[in-house]
């Protein structure tokens, strides 16, 4: 159950959170700012790349080298392939995971590691391997690890990860904001150098800019009924989120949202993209999660049973009303069968800026849901 009290507690919200995870999404646009000049140091603006890579690989452990992966595979676009490679072992330890190139992984491909680890013995020989194939190598990570000496070995490029010294204490959640904007904001200026994608210097600081205002929106000090992230958790608190994206950026935002409300909250959530979802989704919103299955939920005891657990669907969107939409379809296929909808669309910006915004809106949300229900 949601104690809703507390999200506009703000001492109590401090208590709750343990993990200083409320800390960490305050300080993303000074993450990316942090990151963007360990970039810098490391010398990704004096680059000379030869060509556009082939192909992209990128390897990496935990939730947030999912999300980096997902996301420059929707910024790259068909330039270039972006492919991941999930992790092999029998369990979420650095020292069980391995990892493998594929077959087809040369000198013309580019190997992108990220973790917030460092330890893995498997990147360092993934590393290795990368390097015997004739792959350039360049890792994110936390600095001084063992990762750092084998791209080192290996004549790779090296950035350190720009970390907290709070989170130098215990393990840091792989959904943190605070680690996926320091494992990706590196990759976007490399990428940027590359030519692959557009992110020089002034778009990495209008994401910095974009992070900081939602901040100042999201706030723990911001009562709920003007904070949308706060909204946004108190709604979901009882509910199967039903996440339909719509638009490029919503895509990977929406998945990153699932997997931070999964780690950090322990809540379900299903994602799909508009216009498919309403077909892949209609038996969900048809069948006993619907708010209309249970014509005796409005007679139950809410003191001594549990609430029923209905869906609402989240609509995250990144285009414009006027453009070509399924929204419209989206509302009447949710009210006609009584779900709720929330909707989230960002300022107008650019792609980065956008999709931060809904990342940034979506990462207060887990955390106060996490908070509030005492995850």
């Known amino acids: 159950m949601l104690d809703e009290s507390l999200l506009d507690t703000p001492e109590a919200l401090a208590e709750a959170d343990r993990r200083a ?8 646009g000074a993450r990316v700012r942090t990151a963007a000049r360990h970039a810098a140091e490391a010398g990704v603006h004096d680059l000379k790349p030869d060509g556009r890579p082939r192909a992209i690989i ?7 080298a999912t999300c980096v992966a997902d996301l420059l595979g929707t910024l790259v676009g068909a330039t270039s392939p972006v492919t991941r490679l999930a992790p092999a072992g029998v369990a979420p330890a650095a020292g069980a995971l391995r990892w493998e190139l594929p077959g087809w992984a040369g000198s013309v491909d580019l190997l992108l590691i990220t973790t917030p680890d460092g330890t893995e013995p498997g990147l360092s020989l993934l590393a290795e391997q990368a390097y015997r194939r004739g792959c350039t190598v360049v890792a994110v990570a ?3 690890s063992p990762l ?3 791209v080192h070995n290996n004549h790779g490029l090296f950035v350190p990860m720009a970390t907290a010294p709070y989170e130098q204490d215990e393990a840091i959640a792989a959904s943190a904001p605070g680690v996926l904007w320091a494992l990706l904001t590196p990759l976007l200026a490399l990428l940027d150098r590359t030519g692959m994608l557009t992110a020089p210097p002034d778009a990495l600081e209008k994401v910095a800019d974009r992070l900081d205002h939602i901040a100042e929106r999201c706030g723990p000090a911001i009562a709920t009924y003007s904070n949308p992230a706060k909204t946004l958790a ?7 989120p039903l ?3 719509e638009g490029v950026s919503a895509g990977p935002a929406g998945r990153r949202f699932a997997a931070a409300l999964a780690e950090l909250s322990g809540h379900p959530a299903v994602v799909a993209e508009l216009p498919e979802a309403l077909a892949s989704h209609n038996a969900l919103l048809a069948g006993k999660l619907a708010a209309s299955a249970d014509p005796d939920d409005f007679f139950r005891d809410r003191v001594e049973e549990p609430p029923a657990l209905h869906a609402r669907v989240l609509l995250l969107r990144d285009r414009p009303l006027s453009g070509l939409t399924a929204a419209p379809a989206a509302r009447d296929l949710a009210l006609s069968h009584d779900t709720p909808i929330s909707e ?3 300022e107008p910006g650019g792609e980065l800026e956008t999709l931060a915004e809904l990342i940034a809106i979506t990462d207060f949300a887990a955390i106060y849901l996490a908070l509030a229900s005492g995850a």
């Open 58 to 64: 990128l390897a990496g452990s935990g939730t947030a």
């Open 234 to 240: 108190a709604e979901l608190a009882d509910a199967l």
């Open 344 to 346: 989230l669309e960002p």
């Open 142 to 144: 936390p600095a001084h």
């Open 148 to 150: 750092t000496e084998a």
């Open 21 to 28: 995870l409320l800390r960490g999404a305050a300080e993303a």
């Open 243 to 245: 996440i339909w994206t």
